[in-house]
């Protein structure tokens, strides 16, 4: 089946310092990857949709200058955190969609980002 | 804009017997689907099932199934003779106008 790689997934860092997280398809092309955001015991929320060679749709509320998103090719999207403070700190998650399929949406196992 | 309510945050049920969880949803879409996922404790975000919404079956898989009702906007899922495995996060989700909206999610304990 679809598998997507996400990593790395746990990262500490200090704060005012910059994270990139990979999502990566692996067996299947994905013109459009989400990221997604999940606060503990809470649900995830959808930060931004990112497309293959165009710039990344952000959701109400997300700081696009904080969370830089580049979809680069159509396997590879990455988020990165820029200047990070202890609020940045949370579970990220990736999704990809399979070209291929009329929904074949295949999710990464998460980053877990601690700010210190 | 599309919602999606989960109004059980937890539920508990004994090992071999039948559970269903609630979900609600709002959407202005007439093409979309519907899904439930599981989150282990590994946060690992896995697809239990999915439903079409212009098909009036319900979707089965196994020892899951949902109940779809599309004039009610209700979509609950029953799981059958539980086990052990069960146990997580059950997200309801709504995939429309090229989004995905969840639910707050149900944790699910079995009890042996």
């Known amino acids: 089946g679809a598998v997507v790689s996400q990593h790395p997934s746990r990262v500490i860092c200090k704060s005012g310092t910059s994270v990139k997280i990979e999502c990566r398809s692996l067996?299947?092309?994905?013109?459009?990857m989400f990221w997604y955001r999940q606060f503990p015991k809470q649900s995830l929320m959808l930060m931004a949709t990112?497309?293959?060679?165009?710039?990344?749709?952000?959701e109400q509320g997300v700081e696009k200058d904080k969370f830089l998103i580049n979809h680069a090719s159509l396997t590879l999207s990455t988020l990165t955190v820029t200047s990070a403070h202890p609020e940045d700190s949370s579970f990220y998650i990736c999704?990809?969609?399979?070209?291929?399929?009329?929904?074949?949406?295949?999710f990464g196992s998460g980053t877990r980002l601690t700010v210190v | 804009a599309q919602t999606v309510t989960q109004s059980q945050p937890e539920m508990s049920v004994q090992e071999a017997e039948t559970v269903t969880l609630s979900c609600t949803y709002d959407?202005?879409?007439?093409?979309?689907?519907l899904f439930w996922y599981k989150q282990p404790p590994s946060r690992q975000m896995i697809l239990v099932i999915r439903?079409?919404?212009?098909?009036?079956q319900n979707a089965t898989e196994n020892r899951f199934s949902v109940n779809f009702q599309k004039a009610a906007k209700s979509f609950s899922l029953k799981i059958s003779d539980s086990q052990l495995g069960d146990a997580a996060m059950y997200f309801c989700?709504?995939?429309?106008?090229?989004?995905?909206?969840f639910g707050t999610g149900t944790r699910l304990t079995i009890i042996p």
């Open positions: 999704s990809a969609r399979d070209d291929g399929q009329v929904y074949g949406y295949t």
């Open positions: 067996d299947f092309q994905a013109t459009t």
């Open positions: 990112s497309n293959e060679g165009s710039k990344a749709t952000y």
């Open positions: 959407t202005s879409e007439s093409d979309y689907y």
């Open positions: 439903q079409e919404a212009y098909k009036q």
């Open positions: 989700a709504l995939f429309g106008n090229e989004k995905l909206t």
